[in-house]
């Protein structure tokens, strides 16, 4: 039987084993460039090992389930973040403005969002400094 990109079951299962000598658990495999993770035992594991590269692939998705996933990675790298800081969802926002990679930059610019998700989003991270405050067209949105 032949998977995708001409590698059999057989080929798969070979390569998955080698990556890790056997390990039982979870792997992610890249059958297009022919690459494989080992990710450990529990299942959030694979989450946190996914490769910078698939990452940036995956953020390049249009659909939404897969943006979300990419703002709720705990590694995501801040250029992805600052890409999807320009987004016109408030989910994928407070999502940004929740996640501790975001740098202060985008942190002042998310406060002052009109939605009150991702202002509050922004106030509970701990990138964003205490004794700053935000203010739009001169009224203050918040004190942190």
């Not at 990556?19 to 297009?32: H, I, K, M």
């Not at 996914?50 to 590694?75: G, H, R, S």
Request: charged residues 20%; contains cysteine.
């Amino acid at each position: 039987m032949r998977l995708l990109y001409g590698i059999s079951e057989k080929q798969l299962i070979s390569e998955l084993f080698h990556v890790a000598n056997g390990e039982a658990g979870y792997y992610l495999a890249d059958l297009r460039h022919k690459q494989y993770y080992y990710c450990g035992t529990e299942p959030k594991s694979v989450k946190a090992k996914i490769p910078n590269d698939l990452l940036e692939k995956i953020a390049n998705k249009k659909d939404y389930e897969w943006q979300i996933f990419v703002t709720e990675y705990p590694n995501t790298p801040i250029f992805i973040l600052e890409k999807y800081a320009q987004s016109l969802n408030n989910k994928i926002l407070a999502n940004v403005a929740s996640h501790p990679n975001t740098p202060q930059k985008i942190l002042c610019q998310l406060a002052t969002a009109d939605n009150w998700s991702i202002k509050y989003a922004v106030a509970q991270n701990p990138n964003t400094p205490k004794e700053q405050h935000y203010e739009k067209e001169n009224q203050t949105v918040f004190y942190i």
